[in-house]
């Protein structure tokens, strides 16, 4: 499934990763493209639920 939506691109394999858990984590409705480090949310919700875990995320392994 395709996703046409809005749609965030990492800059290496290791964000890429780390995103797609988040994906999964979160269950966020998005197509995972591994070929270009490319996400595609299903529509803005999705990505707006992504931004806000992605931020914890983030925030959290800056704590150590």
């Known amino acids: 499934m395709e996703y046409y939506g809005p749609s965030t691109q990492f800059a290496s394999t290791p ?16 197509n995972l493209d591994p070929y270009n ?3 595609n949310f299903k529509n803005a919700k999705a990505e707006e639920r992504f931004t806000i875990a992605w931020q914890k995320a983030v925030a959290g392994s800056q704590r150590d």
Do not use: P, Q, V, Y
């Open 15 to 30: 964000l890429f990763g780390r995103a797609a858990a988040i994906c999964e984590l979160e269950n966020i409705e998005c």
């Open 37 to 39: 480090n490319r996400i």
